[in-house]
């Protein structure tokens, strides 16, 4: 089956510093991809789709200047957490799905990545 | 986007069969039905989908009655391992860029 990649697993960094967190869709290609943020026993929330080729699309209460997202090819979604601070330390997943392939009415998940903003 | 709503938690013990039913009275046509399971500091993992009556594999079965405002996914036999939070997603999966909202799942605790 279809199977989504992210990378790093998780991550320490300083206040004020930024990271960057990738998805990746393996044996598929992938016209949008979605990021959600999970903080600890709550569900998951869509932070934004990430369409490529153009500009993110961001939930209402998102700072887009905050949360980067390029998705610059249809195998890649990127997003940085810009001037990360302790209260951005969460759990970020990323979801594709193969709209074109059998599968297509299927989302597939990365494994996420765990923030911690020290 | 259909909303749904879904019982906070729910205890069982091994060998038990689990039963979650999800209400979403205001499906669409073009929606289908899908249960996600979690696991802490894990993507949520593809369980079941289905648009309408039953649909079965090798780890559930999820029930929808001709309606389709609910759904219930039954979990058979479970063990310790199926201890994880459930959630069920409604939405039209054809289109590409179709956004998939979480409600707030289901916590599966699975007792010796």
């Known amino acids: 089956g279809a199977v989504v990649s992210q990378h790093p697993s998780r991550v320490i960094c300083k206040s004020g510093t930024s990271v960057k967190i990738e998805c990746r869709s393996l044996?598929?290609?992938?016209?949008?991809m979605f990021w959600y943020r999970q903080f600890p026993k709550q569900s998951l929330m869509l932070m934004a789709t990430?369409?490529?080729?153009?500009?993110?699309?961001?939930e209402q209460g998102v700072e887009k200047d905050k949360f980067l997202i390029n998705h610059a090819s249809l195998t890649l979604s990127t997003l940085t957490v810009t001037s990360a601070h302790p209260e951005d330390s969460s759990f970020y997943i990323c979801?594709?799905?193969?709209?074109?392939?059998?599968?297509?009415?299927?989302?597939?998940f990365g494994q996420g990545t765990r923030l911690t903003v020290v | 986007l259909a909303k749904t709503t879904q019982p906070i938690s729910m205890d069982s013990y091994e060998g038990q069969e689990v039963n979650i039913t999800c209400s979403h009275n205001?499906?669409?046509?073009?929606?289908?039905i899908t249960w996600y399971q979690q696991f802490p500091s894990q993507g949520p993992r593809f369980i079941i989908q289905?648009?309408?009556t039953k649909v079965t594999n090798e780890v559930a079965s999820l029930f929808i009655p001709a309606d389709r405002k609910s759904s219930t996914l039954s979990l058979p036999r479970v063990s310790l391992s199926d201890t994880a939070v459930y959630y069920c997603?409604?939405?039209?999966?054809?289109?590409?860029?179709?956004?998939?909202?979480f409600g707030g799942g289901t916590r599966v605790l699975v007792k010796p």
């Open positions: 990430s369409n490529e080729g153009s500009k993110a699309t961001y």
């Open positions: 044996d598929f290609q992938a016209t949008t």
């Open positions: 289905g648009y309408k």
């Open positions: 997603l409604v939405g039209d999966m054809e289109a590409a860029g179709n956004k998939l909202t």
């Open positions: 979801s594709a799905r193969d709209t074109t392939g059998n599968l297509k009415t299927e989302a597939f």
């Open positions: 205001n499906i669409a046509t073009n929606d289908y």
